[in-house]
């Protein structure tokens, strides 16, 4: 028979622990680390030193177990640096190990902070082949004169969590950046296109597929869900055998809706799924007006082809009646990028005012 004793209810190191592995910022991971650190050892102050040019931190976090007037968060590697250049890739050492090999360490120590209030510190250096990439620096209470068993067993069991930690935030920050500069970039754009799951639910909308969702949802503010008038055509044509993409075939497909109260009209391309998620289909969706185009704007298009494709979105909206603070916050552009594009049209056409340039191109 097996008999398991009862679950006891975990330590604060265990819950610190399990906040580190969880940690998905370089915020969080600094908390539970502090925190972890804190209750497990004789702890003076400690500091994260990340982001390391040539030994010299370009960022940190620090923490003071009891903070006092004399108490300063380390910043530097000055006093190890010539120990870390000696030993390439060493996983974590002490001040004790760096006076040993060198004497002038004392030296540099006192004029880093004449006081500190610690005698001993480790450090658990973590790198990235042969790049240092991160220390993080623990002080020792004065008052310890030496580390347990179970504490250098700690420092062991530490240096490869906070390790994997480390690299799983830094992934993760640089895939957040990528994002925010993919989005920034379609945002400049002005194209109408969203990312939709299998549900039809946007993981992203261009600022100009906004406008026109903003447009298809009677005034209603848009939520987190495709307009209904949108979302119902899009269903509809799921349903029809040979409208929505099929992935063997890789090619997209045209569903044009019509608003059931609204005099408006749209087609929309759906491409085939993208390789998103091995449970789930997402597509691209691609908005465009479904108007036929007006005769009497006929004689517009060869005014038109003077200007620049730019030019011509500019001048769409003036005839739109939009202002140039509207222009611009529509295009993401500068408001004197806006007048510079007006006077090129200006220019161009050899118009001198709005009500001329509507006129003409009306």
Avoid at 152 to 163: C, E, I, R, S, W
Avoid at 236 to 255: C, E, F, I, K, N
Avoid at 327 to 355: F, G
């Amino acid at each position: 028979m097996l008999i398991l004793d009862p679950i006891r209810p975990e330590t604060p190191a265990a819950l610190a622990s399990s906040a580190l592995i969880r940690a998905l910022d370089m915020g969080a991971l600094w908390q539970a680390c502090a925190a972890l650190v804190s209750r497990v050892l004789p702890c003076h102050s400690c500091s994260l030193m990340f982001d390391i040019d040539g030994y010299e931190p370009q960022q940190g976090r620090h923490f003071i177990a009891e903070p006092q007037a004399h108490a300063m968060p380390v910043t530097s590697l000055a006093v190890s640096a010539p120990y870390l250049a000696a030993h390439p890739q060493v996983r974590w050492y002490t001040f004790s190990q760096i006076a040993l090999q060198d004497e002038r360490a004392a030296a540099r120590l006192r004029a880093q902070n004449p006081a500190p209030g610690w005698r001993e510190f480790i450090h658990l250096a973590f790198w990235n082949d042969s790049r240092l990439d991160a220390v993080l620096s623990i002080r020792i209470r004065a008052d310890h004169t030496r580390l347990s068993d179970a504490d250098t067993a700690f420092l062991g069991d530490l240096h490869p969590l906070l390790d994997a930690s480390l690299k799983r935030v830094r992934t993760l920050e640089s895939e957040r950046v990528r994002h925010r500069a993919f989005e920034t970039l379609l945002h400049r754009l002005p194209l109408a296109t969203a990312v939709v799951d299998e549900r039809l639910t946007p993981l992203y909308l261009s600022n100009e597929a906004r406008r026109i969702c903003q447009r298809w949802s009677d005034t209603t503010p848009l939520g987190r869900r495709l307009p209904d008038t949108i979302e119902q055509g899009l269903r509809q044509a799921m349903r029809t055998p040979g409208a929505w993409p099929d992935q063997a075939l890789g090619d997209s497909r045209l569903v044009q809706l019509r608003h059931p109260r609204l005099d408006l009209r749209m087609r929309i391309e759906v491409s085939a799924p993208l390789e998103l998620s091995s449970h789930r289909a997402h597509h691209i969706l691609t908005f465009a007006p479904d108007t036929a185009p007006d005769p009497s704007a006929m004689h517009a298009l060869p005014l038109l082809q003077r200007l620049s494709p730019s030019e011509r979105r500019v001048a769409a909206l003036i005839g739109e009646g939009l202002r140039n603070a509207d222009i611009a916050a529509r295009l993401c552009r500068s408001p004197k990028t806006v007048e510079s594009q007006i006077s090129a049209i200006y220019r161009k056409l050899d118009v001198s005012s709005r009500a001329q340039l509507v006129r003409l191109l009306s």
